[in-house]
């Protein structure tokens, strides 16, 4: 299993292994800076199933990895606050406009990267009206927090800690940018060699989301703990983010990641135009692992 720091929760509640280890299956953990990582872990064979936005896996299926799209997460009018394009207080920038011709440091191929295409695509400018700066976001936090980066895209928790900090001025978040959510992705020959497993995987992950949602204090404790976050920076952090539930891979949610892949080709991000088709298990099989209320999205 590959994790980022928002998939801690998987991780500490345990809920996978006390399903798979009476099953005989061990699982294991590895933890990657963001999405982009994770991906390339995968994609030479160190993991099997992992958390990413809706961008890594085009990144990596544009770059020829053999992955399939198990499930996504179901979005609410409210995803998207915790992502967000920044500036240090004392910036003269104050609107997305303003960040045509500066340097914008954010992980390529991430989340972020759609977050900053769209952006800059609402108000009329393109990737190619900024200077990307590209480096995981754990990385930039310090360099951002001392005032010593003009933009940043990032997320909690590192938002959460500069926001604690009063070292973060907001002029956008992602809220109503149209992403498709996140999802869980698995390389292809695993994916179909335990579809048991997967089954099992989307179970435990909609389940999770649930008790997330109803025990929020709960889960600000964990990553107070997991995380070593401050329990102010820790309640941040969950007041923001969304349990709404798994979102079954329907032709819906195919459609809206096409646009995606689409748009990054159109704009010149990725080489060359990809069919989100071809990374992913037939209908029979989704309709087979997937929770009937997760397929249909209630």
């Known amino acids: 299993m590959g994790y980022q720091q928002s998939g801690d929760l998987v991780r500490a509640r345990k809920v996978l292994e ?15 800076a963001q999405g982009s990582q994770l991906m390339e872990a995968m994609n030479v064979g160190k993991i099997d199933l992992g958390a990413v936005g809706e961008t890594p896996p085009i990144f990596a299926q544009a770059a020829g990895g053999n992955i399939v799209y198990v499930v996504g997460t179901k979005t609410t009018p409210l995803t998207g606050k915790s992502s967000i394009i920044a500036v240090p207080p004392e910036s003269s920038i104050q609107k997305v406009e303003d960040i045509k011709g500066q340097e914008v440091y954010f992980q390529k191929g991430s989340a972020s990267h759609y977050f900053i295409v769209r ?6 400018l393109t990737i190619k009206d900024i200077k990307v700066r590209s480096a995981p976001t754990v990385e930039t936090r310090g360099a951002f927090i001392e005032g010593k980066i003009p933009v940043w ?4 928790p590192h938002y959460a800690i500069a926001e604690d ?6 002029i956008k978040d992602s809220v109503g940018l149209d992403s498709p959510g996140a999802y869980y992705v698995a390389s292809q020959s695993f994916a179909q060699e335990n579809l048991g497993l997967l089954k099992i995987a989307i179970e435990e992950l909609d389940a999770l ?9 709960e889960v ?3 990553l107070v703990k997991e995380q070593k976050l401050k329990p102010s920076v820790a309640e941040r952090v969950v007041s923001r983010r969304t349990f709404a539930g798994r979102r079954g891979i329907t032709p819906e949610l ?9 748009l990054f080709f159109t704009e010149g991000v990725i080489p060359k135009k990809i069919n989100i088709q071809d990374a992913l298990l037939s209908a029979e099989i989704y309709a087979a692992i997937t929770p ?7």
Request: cysteine-free; charged content about 30%.
């Open 165 to 170: 900090l009063g070292r973060i001025r907001v």
């Open 292 to 298: 009937p209320e997760v397929l249909q999205g209630a």
């Open 220 to 222: 600000a404790e964990i």
């Open 119 to 124: 952006a800059l695509q609402e108000v009329g």
């Open 153 to 156: 895209v990032s997320n909690d």
């Open 18 to 32: 006390k399903r798979l280890e009476p099953l005989g299956i061990k699982v294991e953990w590895a933890q990657f």
């Open 209 to 217: 989301d649930k008790w997330s949602e109803t025990h929020r204090a």
């Open 254 to 262: 195919i459609k809206e990641q096409q646009r995606v892949a689409d």
